[in-house]
């Protein structure tokens, strides 16, 4: 059984289609891509799956259960943490704080610690930096603490809309190097990237979307190696 499935999914905006039909498949473990120009409706998927978006048509299932009408401040609780595009910190409170408001549904306070001193592993500028502004890191720093925060949710799906956007070159290979180590811990991985050559580089698997719809799926590697993919977006 998927941990995630989503059941031919449609998303209006306005009465306007975004997503047409379309059904994705997350195993346990894996890191799954979703990829694709923009506008194809990468964030606007991601987003129902978080409770964001209403889905006009089809299911959302998770860990066998239909969570298509479930609140999103819910989804969080069954193990669904999603690290939005453009970051979306609290500026003006500190990078641990901004972290702690991460774990607003949990109530364990050791456990919570335990999950702080993760983020901090993972990210030791975070742990130099837990006092200061989260407004003032730059940008790849806001996105590692947007990372931690999606991290101390605890949860057992971990979406990451656009990680590299806006980021340094260098630092892109930091993150999508430690989205691999979160997910070698044992926490599976939806993301969607435009970076599609990088993200298709990890990801166990892949779909392609193009104005709303699934036009190919398969392994990253598969993809990868795809000529329709070579020419459309990798240049080749």
């Known amino acids: ?6 059941q031919n999914i449609a998303i209006r905006y306005n009465k306007v289609p975004a997503v047409h039909d379309v059904s994705i498949e997350v195993e346990a473990g894996e890191i799954v891509a979703l990829v694709g120009g923009n506008g194809a409706g990468k964030s606007s998927a991601l987003r129902a799956v978080a409770g964001l978006n209403p889905v006009a048509a089809g299911k959302v ?3 066998g259960v239909d969570i298509t009408q479930v609140p999103a401040h819910q989804r969080t609780g069954l193990g669904l943490s999603l690290v939005p595009e ?3 910190l609290f500026p003006k409170l500190s990078v641990e704080k901004n972290l702690r408001l991460g774990a607003f549904t949990r109530r364990d306070a050791a456990e919570i610690e335990e999950s702080l001193d993760y ?3 993972l990210f030791p500028i975070l742990k130099e930096r837990r006092q200061q502004v989260a407004g003032t890191l730059s940008g790849g720093e806001q996105q590692m603490l947007a990372i931690g925060r999606g991290l101390m ?4 799906l971990l979406m990451l809309d656009e990680p590299s956007w806006g980021i340094a070159p260098k630092l892109v290979t930091k993150i999508l190097d430690t989205i691999q180590q979160v997910n070698a811990s044992g926490i599976t991985i939806l993301l969607v990237e435009q970076n599609i050559k990088r993200a298709l580089e990890i990801a166990n698997r ?3 979307l193009q104005t709303g719809r699934i036009v190919l799926a398969g392994s990253g590697r598969d993809l990868l ?3 329709e993919i070579q020419k459309a977006y990798l240049g080749i």
């Not at 059984?1 to 989503?6: A, E, F, H, K, R």
């Not at 949710?153 to 057992?156: D, E, N, Q, S």
Request: hydrophobic share 40%; no cysteine.
């Open 1 to 6: 059984m998927s941990m995630l499935s989503l």
């Open 61 to 63: 299932v998770f860990n």
């Open 86 to 88: 453009g970051r979306r």
């Open 119 to 121: 983020a901090f592993t």
């Open 153 to 156: 949710a605890k949860p057992r």
């Open 206 to 208: 892949g779909y392609v």
């Open 225 to 227: 190696d795809n000529p």
